[in-house]
């Protein structure tokens, strides 16, 4: 069935660090979002992207979406404590009307 | 932006007993989702809740254990039955406003002793 693999599952990064994670789908997708999760929060919204081989920003992080549209990145560079929580992406199911959700990364700040 | 109210926020029941979750969308919305969370895990869809019709469920999750109501376009319940231990979790619910970009509510913490 079609699944969305992400990795990895935790990153500990020192304050400052970059951060990075990945998705990838096994089929291609109409769009793949991203959503954070701040521990005892819940997922909100971080961003969509459409297009083969976009690009999007916002402030320090840095959203790529593959030009086969099955595979997508999260970048944020010079992490800081806001940072930190479980970043999830989800790409459509067949019926367009589900997402089905990667595994997540957890973004963890080394004290 | 879109508000989803969600009670209750966290609950402790005792095994055999059932629990209801309420969710309140500030806007009308055609579809709501009903979520499980394991502590660290992923998201789980449990079912799609539609206005006017009988929820759809996905695989390993059933009416008789999960009933939802939808009585109209901008409520749902989710009702946890018949609870063991094992049904604790995160329970979330979300809405499509558009672009199928979901909105969360803040969740309920269920613990079944």
């Known amino acids: 069935g079609q699944q969305v693999m992400q990795i990895p599952q935790y990153q500990h990064v020192q304050e400052g660090e970059d951060f990075t994670t990945y998705c990838n789908s096994s089929t291609t997708l109409s769009n793949i979002q991203w959503y954070k999760q701040r521990p005892g929060g819940h997922p909100v919204f971080l961003i969509q992207?459409?297009?083969s081989g976009e690009v999007k920003k916002q402030k320090r992080l840095t959203f790529q979406f593959g030009e086969a549209k099955k595979n997508s990145s999260l970048h944020i560079t010079a992490t800081q404590t806001t940072d930190v929580g479980t970043y999830f992406c989800a790409g459509p199911k067949d019926s367009n009307y589900q997402l089905i959700w990667g595994a997540g990364t957890k973004l963890i700040i080394k004290p | 932006s879109a508000v989803i109210s969600q009670k209750p926020s966290r609950d402790i029941c005792q095994r055999g007993t059932s629990l209801t979750i309420q969710c309140q969308v500030d806007?009308?919305?055609?579809?709501m989702f009903w979520y499980r969370q394991q502590p660290g895990q992923s998201l789980t869809l449990i079912a799609t809740?539609?206005?006017?019709?009988?929820?759809?469920?996905e695989s390993g999750f059933v009416i008789d254990k999960f009933p939802i109501s939808r009585p109209n376009l901008t409520f749902s319940t989710l009702t946890v039955s018949n609870m063991s231990p094992e049904d604790s979790s995160i329970y979330l619910c979300?809405?499509?406003?558009?672009?199928?970009?979901?909105?969360f509510g803040a969740g309920s913490r269920l613990t079944v002793l």
């Open positions: 809740a539609n206005q006017g019709s009988e929820a759809t469920y």
């Open positions: 992207l459409v297009k």
């Open positions: 979300s809405a499509n406003y558009g672009a199928n970009v979901l909105t």
């Open positions: 806007s009308q919305v055609t579809m």
